[in-house]
Nanobody, 124 residues
Framework: QVQLVESGGGLVQAGGSLRLSCAAS????????MGWFRQAPGKEREFVAA????????YYADSVQGRFTISRDNAKITVDLQMNNLKPEDTAVYYC?????????????????WGQGTQVTVSS
């Protein structure tokens, strides 16, 4: 199993940047594909980005393509989400997730483990 803890959320003005980090416990981090999801009040949980076990395959939601970058460092046991040119509609709780497989997944039900979430608020 793996335990996930997100950090790096906060308040930022539109056009600004934030970098989220997901720290994983245990020595099996490299055996999991990872993803980022977000959920705004009154909305369904939304796919943001995913990365395969090896890091070779990456997928982004259309809404964040070109602005967000997902990366992983298996040696440091982290997966990050660099968010640039933030917009008010990016405001949400962001969740790190993991599943035991090779390929990147884009549906929340494909994931086995979840972090507690970190709040990102983008003001106009």
């Amino acid at each position: 199993q793996v335990q996930l803890v997100e950090s790096g959320g906060g308040l930022v003005q539109a056009g600004g940047s934030l970098r989220l980090s997901c720290a994983a416990s245990g020595r099996t981090f490299s055996s999991y594909a990872m993803g980022w999801f977000r959920q705004a009040p009154g909305k369904e949980r939304e796919f943001v980005a995913a990365i395969s076990r090896s890091g070779a395959s990456i997928y982004y939601a259309d809404s964040v393509q070109g602005r967000f970058t997902i990366s992983r460092d298996n040696a440091k046991i982290t997966v990050d989400l660099q968010m640039n040119n933030l917009k008010p509609e990016d405001t949400a709780v962001y969740y790190c997730a993991a599943h035991q497989g090779f390929v990147a997944k884009q549906k929340s039900y494909d994931y086995d483990y979840w972090g507690q979430g970190t709040q990102v608020t983008v003001s106009s």
